[in-house]
């Protein structure tokens, strides 16, 4: 199997889908579901993210293997720092290996205290992603992706900061980058051209979430501190509280951004999907109406 960077660079836009270890058998029983219908579309990579605690991340591991095993799907599996020794770290890369796991997502992970409060590493562990993805690499035939934060990580003092970590982390061996939910997409491109002036070429994937319910928005910027484009937030509220606006506004939303990122040259487009795939599924078919994907 190829590389995703070989196939960002060859064969026109990627389409990537994120999911989330789910919590129960029922929310297994709709993950499987969405990863069936999405597999359908042959996507670029499917990714599964990584949670703080014990059982989440075998969680990661088993279902990550299982996709990778039981689908056609190529995978990519979350990694990040929090909580773990080095010697951890590389124990769950090994797994992921065992299960034929090529592609990490290296990350730092947040503050266990929320995106406010002071990140602090593990005292036998790593400080930030750029000397995760230098162990992964070091570990094995790995490609490696990471972060990028077009609206400033709450961290970093500016936006050019940012630009200068994901320097740092293509120059530790990252083959691309996927951001935070686009909201904003002059955010995106600004970001892109900071990297530019840096003479950086490593692929940034936008990532985009459909909002399909309302207060979403509002719990996601809460959870990682990320603020928000005014005129998302305004279209959203002014869809109120009926379920079926605010979808149809999300849908939308999503649609236009997808739209625009690609005209302007995005390598690809990723897609969280909260473990479901109707709203993906509908983004998808907007786009296709109009021969983008
Ligand atoms: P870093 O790159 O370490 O950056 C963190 C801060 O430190 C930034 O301000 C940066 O500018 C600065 N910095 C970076 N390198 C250095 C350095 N060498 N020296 C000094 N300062 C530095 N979290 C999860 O827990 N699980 C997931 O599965 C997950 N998936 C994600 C997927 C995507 C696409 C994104 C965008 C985020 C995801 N996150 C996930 C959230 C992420 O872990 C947090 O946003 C975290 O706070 C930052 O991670 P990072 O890898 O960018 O860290």
């Known amino acids: 199997t190829r590389p995703i960077p070989e196939l960002l660079a060859e064969e026109g836009p990627s389409f990537s889908f994120e999911f989330m270890p789910p919590r129960s058998e029922r929310a297994e029983a709709v993950l499987w579901n969405s990863v069936r219908r999405l597999e359908q579309l042959h996507p670029t990579f499917v990714s599964v993210t990584y ?34 020794s080095v010697s951890e770290l590389r124990r769950v890369v ?34 930030h992603a750029d000397q995760l993805v230098a162990l992964v690499r070091s570990l094995g035939d790995f490609t490696v ?23 740092r982390k293509a120059e530790a061996g990252a083959a691309f980058a996927i951001t935070q939910m686009i909201t904003d997409v002059d955010a995106y491109l600004r970001l892109r051209d900071l990297l530019d002036r840096r003479g950086c070429t490593m692929p940034v994937i936008p990532g985009l979430l459909p909002v399909t319910a309302p207060g979403q928005l509002q719990r996601l910027t809460e959870l990682n501190g990320q603020p928000l484009a005014q005129d998302v937030v305004r279209r959203i509220a002014d869809a109120g509280d009926d379920p079926v606006a605010v979808r149809r506004e999300g849908i939308a939303i999503c649609t236009e951004h997808s739209q ?12 969280m999907t909260m473990n479901k795939s109707t709203a993906t599924l509908e983004v998808f078919a907007n786009l296709r109406q109009v021969s983008l994907v």
């Open 51 to 84: 949670g703080a605690g014990g059982s989440t991340r075998d969680r990661t591991v088993r279902i990550t293997g299982r996709i990778e095993q039981e689908t056609t799907l190529r995978t990519m599996a979350h990694l990040t720092c929090v909580g773990s």
């Open 94 to 127: 090994g797994e992921y290996a065992a299960v034929g796991i090529r592609n990490v997502l290296a990350l730092r992970g947040d503050p266990p205290g929320g995106p406010s409060s002071v990140w602090e590493a593990h005292p036998e562990g790593l400080d």
């Open 145 to 167: 992706g990471v972060a990028a934060f077009p609206d400033k990580h709450p961290e970093s003092t500016s936006l050019e900061q940012d630009a200068d970590s994901l320097v």
């Open 260 to 271: 625009r990122l690609l005209r302007e040259g995005a390598p690809g487009l990723h897609f």
